[in-house]
T-cell receptor
């Protein structure tokens, strides 16, 4: 489809295991974001990629979280040694804007992570 | 970190009623946006505001960018059942790269 695609849509894992979440942004969008949404909460910024610039990692909650974006397109968010508090919906968004980003984001449906 | 205070946290609507929600911040923002999230979906942009004092409408939705640049409101007129969902305000500061700050949301439900 033409929208932001995320996979898996649901992931259940055991505490201590590593997980990878994938995001395929809208074709041609230069900016890509990861947000985390815990139950009943707003969206917590995690990381932002813009073109070939160094990513803004200021929102990553710990060094167990990392993300990469290959070829300026697909992104993978990796959570190592998962903890129960990592359970949340992880939302990816992309934006067509370059340097003059105005905050108009197009979100995927999210990956719901449950850590047992 | 920066926070947006969004209120009310939740509200019940009866079809035909007008609805109002707002967002305030201690920081100045250059862009205010309002998103809606349906269950199991990602948020979808409703309205974007770029200038202090700007009043923008999108169908039954009206939003304003506060003159101080520290607040915004969203009004929904003549609500219908499909208006239920969670509404998020979000602010963007020029020079903050892409980081959007989101409010905690206003959950709209239908009155029992």
């Amino acid at each position: 489809g033409a929208g932001v695609s995320q996979s898996p849509s649901n992931k259940v894992t055991e505490k201590g295991k590593d997980v990878e979440l994938r995001c395929d942004p809208i074709s041609g969008h230069t900016a890509l974001y990861w947000y985390r949404q815990s139950l009943g909460q707003g969206l917590e910024f995690l990381i932002y990629f813009q073109g070939n610039s160094a990513p803004d990692k200021s929102g990553l909650p710990s060094d167990r979280f990392s993300a990469e974006r290959t070829g300026g397109s697909v992104s993978t968010l990796t959570i190592q040694r998962t903890q129960q508090e990592d359970s949340a919906v992880y939302l990816c968004a992309s934006s067509p804007h370059g340097g003059k980003n105005t905050g108009e984001l197009f979100f995927g449906e999210g990956s719901r992570l449950t850590v047992l | 970190g920066q926070q947006l205070n969004q209120s009310p946290q939740s509200m019940f609507i009866q079809e035909g009623e007008d609805v109002s929600m707002n967002c305030t911040s201690s920081s100045i923002f250059n862009t205010w946006l309002w998103y809606k999230q349906d269950p199991g979906e990602g948020p979808v942009l409703l309205i974007a505001l770029y200038k202090a004092g700007e009043l923008t409408s999108n169908g039954r939705l009206t939003a304003q960018f506060g003159i101080t640049r520290k607040d915004s409101f969203l009004n929904i007129s003549a609500s219908i059942p499909s208006d239920v969902g969670i509404y998020f305000c979000a602010g963007h500061q020029r020079g903050s790269q892409g980081n959007l700050i989101f409010g905690k949301g206003t959950k709209l439900s239908v009155k029992p």
